[in-house]
């Protein structure tokens, strides 16, 4: 089974610190993807990776950075986190870019 | 435009009724597939069932089952016999691999509460 794990379920941070939110999978997939989730706007995608240190901007990277060193591990960079950040952040990873995505359980970050 | 519309933001169904979630898609392309998402109150996203533009029949997987009519470019999901544990989000996507390297598209989902 496809196993993606994020390194939390919830965190809670204050304006303007930095964050780091990781996903690791296991399946040896190409592709990992970042999106938020918020009410009544579905998923949205931040970033996603195809490849170690390849990365292309989503539908809304303002705000956020990535890095992929390692071929199972993404992370999500909040710089400078905002309040308008406070959101569910989900992970998935796919073998190829546009095949099935397998997903983390999800973060639910506050940000006060 | 939106590629994934999903219209109906919540239903509600029987325990043991079926129930259908509407999703219509757009696109030009004619190779392309669609993925139905389960999301229980847990967070974490299921795939649950995938249809592709030129497979024959339509998919199923146990109690899913995907109504797929191309001309009308909808993809509606039917689960049957419905459960307490079908309450969750459900999320409809689309795939295009000819029109570049984009990933899933998601539509916004719908809300299903089934009652006891």
């Known amino acids: 089974d496809v196993k993606v794990t994020q390194s939390s379920r919830y965190l809670v941070k204050r304006t303007g610190e930095k964050v780091f939110l990781e996903c690791v999978q296991d399946?040896?997939?190409?592709?990992m993807f970042w999106y938020r989730q918020d009410p009544g706007l579905g998923l949205r995608l931040i970033y996603f990776?195809?490849?170690?240190?390849?990365?292309e901007k989503g539908d809304i990277p303002e705000g956020y950075s990535v890095s992929r060193e390692k071929k199972e591990r993404f992370s999500l960079i909040l710089e400078s986190a905002s309040t308008n950040q406070t959101s569910m952040y989900l992970c998935?990873?796919?073998?190829?870019?546009?095949?099935?995505?397998?997903f983390g359980p999800g973060t639910r970050l506050l940000v006060l | 435009a939106q590629k994934i519309t999903q219209t109906q933001p919540g239903m509600f169904v029987q325990e043991k009724e079926a129930v259908t979630l509407d999703c219509t898609y757009d696109?030009?392309?004619?190779?392309?597939?669609l993925f139905w998402y389960k999301q229980p109150s847990s967070g974490e996203m299921i795939f649950l069932i995938y249809?592709?533009?030129?497979?024959?029949q339509n998919a199923t997987e146990g109690r899913y089952s995907l109504n797929f009519q191309k001309a009308r470019k909808s993809a509606n999901l039917v689960i049957s016999a419905s459960q307490l544990g079908d309450s969750a989000m459900y999320f409809c996507?689309?795939?295009?691999?000819?029109?570049?390297?984009?990933?899933?598209?998601f539509g916004k989902g719908t809300r299903l509460s089934v009652i006891a």
């Open positions: 990776s195809y490849d170690v240190k390849m990365k």
């Open positions: 696109t030009s392309d004619p190779s392309y597939g």
């Open positions: 249809q592709g533009s030129y497979d024959q």
């Open positions: 998935a990873s796919s073998r190829g870019l546009a095949e099935t995505q397998y």
């Open positions: 399946m040896d997939h190409e592709n």
């Open positions: 996507a689309m795939r295009e691999p000819n029109s570049g390297n984009t990933p899933l598209v």
